[in-house]
């Protein structure tokens, strides 16, 4: 859980080099930072910092391929600007494997 947004989105990309996605940005409840086929996206939710969360985004070159992979633990979504699946790492963390 994120206690400070504002906080992590310096340590994403003051000490790991991410990189803001100005575009889809929309502070201070939602930050999207990049590295290369990697995604952070920091989410806020009430002002007590009750449902923050972290949510890791990985490019694929193969939705379809990673669904196999993952069995029931897949959720494929169709968005404006391809395919995702979202899914969760055995911590909980939430994962989306996208494909544009």
Known sequence: MIQDI???????????????????????????LRSGNCMVILQGGDPAGENQAIELAFAVDDVPAMQLKLGDKAVVQQTGWGSAIETMDPDGTRINLYQS
């Open 6 to 32: 504002a906080a992590s989105e310096r340590f994403y990309v003051e000490v790991l080099g991410l990189q803001v996605d100005a575009e889809r940005t929309n502070r201070p409840s939602f930050v999207l």
